[in-house]
């Protein structure tokens, strides 16, 4: 089947002959009710909703949530610029063409864009919008709307990964008031899915302004909430909207129940849990398997007034880690990369200070189709293959690196002379009380962190680098200094964590690109520069069948593998939350894709009294 994703085949065969006689006019283009890269659609034309949401779900109640700890403050309403902080559940606002569901990781189905339409080439989409479609200020959603939201994005005054992320996109074209077609500079399978998610906003939203000029004016969008209360930058609560144009819309039905979502914002950790416990909010997810294991505990834990759970999921495994700079001086050279991964002992730290709660991270695309495992497969030598040239000889002559095992007969010591051994021969010797180079000059070694949450990691991994003769510091910043440092590549090293993906694709060149990491605000931290991993990524984003995505993703995985440029953290395989008893309903069905909080806030409902 064609990449044009519609049931009605008999019409669109009708209308391939009516093309060839020349009568074409007569007969209306035909478009679809959902788009799937791969062409595997679950949910038919005119479903009643998602089987993970509940349709009889009550609507009213509130629910109160806590920002990340590394959100302290916020500064703007604009989460699409640059500079600043944009309020936790911004999202909230905004609607998208299309929307994803938590069963199908690579089918999107139509929100704003009643229906989509892609050619069998897979060089454009065309969306074409519901004409019920209206913003928060009663104006109707419109194509010029859509082209702006696209134009602005990839403008220099938005954040840089809109630029990255869309650079194959060669224009959008008007092609009347409700209908807009996107033309790409190369066949592309993913392209319709990442232009139909973009969250679209009004040409009237902070109009007369250059966009990143556009701050404090509150977002004229889409989406089933507005803002509310608010504390600024302390607490904000956004509102729903009762006038919501989808709100009766099967890809809405049984979604978006409360009338109040609050999100609070904490200085610390230690700060949340005691308001939780305290009753200051609802729902809290548990990252630190200490604070899980320890303070997640207790009185009202057993008498069930607070509920945790832990929720298995079939999400592919987080990327965390250390990202190693390579544009640092000391941190270029892959030997060296590879001596910092030696010296950090996983296994010690899981028994001593995870409760042996986690996994360790292998990879790139850890626990999923994407891992690159032992010797590369054929599939993966036919990609590989053709870039041999620009390849180190170790990805076609051994098994992708894995990360040191410290259990017997392994140890933490002989990793380390490894490690020296490593360095050395990257032109780095003890001498003069420190590890130096041919000039004489000291090793040294930052770990810049927001939250302090990596200072008992930190420790007992520097005191490791401390042997090798490499000086380290720690430096905790607010996440505002962090996120400027990080912007224009300023640091050593830095901890990192990106949600797995079922389908990675164009967010991978944000990420791993050499264009991106010449791009200041861009996500490629680590510096990676590689012509090898440049055609890797322009394949990968490419291909058209999923067994394509796995052998590009495999063979893009094995070579950063090998240019050491992480130290390789952990992850888990079921997420920890914790809520308040007896205020809510959650749907009979979970879905297998999810991150808990967006399931909490958009498939959960408050409560009445009679149902408690």
């Given at each position: 089947m064609p990449a044009r994703q519609t049931l009605e085949v008999l019409p669109r065969f009708l209308r391939a002959l009516a093309l060839a006689a020349g009568v074409a006019s007569s007969i209306p283009a035909l478009a679809a009710h959902a788009y799937s890269q791969f062409g595997d659609i679950k949910y038919p034309p005119g479903f009643d909703h998602f089987e993970w949401a509940n349709p009889k779900a009550p609507k009213g109640g509130a629910i109160s949530l806590v920002a990340p700890t590394r959100i302290t403050n916020?500064?703007?309403y604009n989460p699409f610029t640059l500079k600043g902080t944009a309020p936790p559940g911004i999202g909230a606002l905004f609607d998208s063409l299309l929307v994803g569901t938590m069963d199908e990781p690579t089918t999107a189905y139509g929100l704003l864009a009643e229906d989509v339409e892609v050619p069998a080439d897979h060089t454009s989409v065309t969306f074409r919008l519901n004409p019920k479609a209206r913003f928060s200020d009663g104006k109707p959603v419109l194509a010029a709307d859509v082209k702006h939201t696209f134009d602005t994005l990839i403008s220099d005054k938005a954040a840089p990964q809109f630029r990255m992320m869309l650079a194959d996109v060669k224009q959008a074209v008007v092609l009347n008031e409700r209908t807009i077609r996107f033309d790409f500079a190369r066949s592309s399978a993913e392209l319709p899915l990442i232009i139909g998610s973009l969250s679209i906003f009004s040409r009237d939203w902070g109009a007369g302004k250059d966009f990143d000029k556009v701050v404090m004016d509150k977002p004229i969008a889409s989406g089933p909430y507005k803002i509310g209360r608010e504390d600024f930058g302390r607490e904000i609560t956004y509102q729903r909207r009762d006038d919501y144009w989808a709100r009766d819309l099967n890809v809405q039905r049984g979604l978006n129940n409360f009338d109040r979502i609050t999100y609070k914002i904490y200085k610390d950790n230690v700060a949340q849990t005691e308001a939780f416990k305290a009753g200051e909010f609802d729902y809290i997810q548990v990252f630190i398997a200490r604070e899980w294991a320890r303070t997640y505990i207790g009185g009202k834990f057993d008498t069930g007034e607070l509920i945790r759970r832990e929720l298995p999921n079939g999400n592919a495994g987080d990327f965390q880690g250390f990202l190693i700079n390579t544009r640092r001086p000391q941190l270029a050279d892959p030997r060296v990369r590879e001596a910092l991964v030696l010296a950090m002992d996983f296994e010690w730290m899981n028994r001593q200070l995870f409760y042996g709660a986690y996994t360790r991270v292998r990879g790139f695309f850890s626990n999923s189709d994407f891992e690159a495992k032992g010797m590369p497969g054929p599939d993966e030598l036919a990609v590989l293959e053709p870039l041999r040239k620009q390849?180190?000889?170790?990805?076609?002559?051994?098994?992708?690196?894995?990360?040191?095992?410290?259990?017997?007969?392994?140890?933490?010591?002989?990793?380390?002379?490894?490690?020296?051994?490593?360095?050395?021969?990257?032109?780095?010797?003890?001498?003069?009380?420190?590890?130096r180079n041919a000039k004489g000059q000291a090793f040294t070694l930052e770990f810049l962190d927001s939250e302090g949450g990596m200072s008992r990691v930190v420790t007992p991994y520097a005191q490791a680098l401390t042997k090798l003769g490499i000086q380290t510091s720690y430096r905790m910043a607010d996440f505002a200094l962090l996120q400027k440092r990080l912007d224009v590549f300023d640091f050593d090293l830095t901890s990192i964590r990106t949600v797995g993906s079922e389908a990675p694709g164009s967010e991978l060149i944000d990420r791993y690109s050499s264009q991106a990491a010449k791009t200041e605000g861009s996500g490629n931290l680590a510096g990676v520069s590689d012509p090898a991993v440049d055609a890797l990524l322009r394949e990968a984003v490419a291909v058209k069948t999923r067994p394509a995505l796995v052998a590009h993703l495999r063979a893009l995985d094995r070579v950063l593998r090998w240019g050491h440029y992480f130290v390789p953290h952990w992850y888990q395989s079921s997420f920890r939350i914790a809520y308040r008893a007896g205020k809510f309903g959650q749907p009979a069905v979970m879905p297998r894709y999810f991150q808990p909080e967006n399931w909490v806030v958009s498939t959960w409902w408050a409560l009445s009294a009679g149902e408690k």
């Open positions: 916020y500064d703007k390849l180190k000889p170790e990805v076609f002559t051994k098994p992708v690196p894995l990360p040191p095992n410290t259990d017997p007969p392994n140890s933490l010591r002989g990793n380390l002379r490894l490690a020296k051994q490593l360095l050395a021969d990257a032109g780095w010797t003890y001498r003069d009380g420190a590890l």
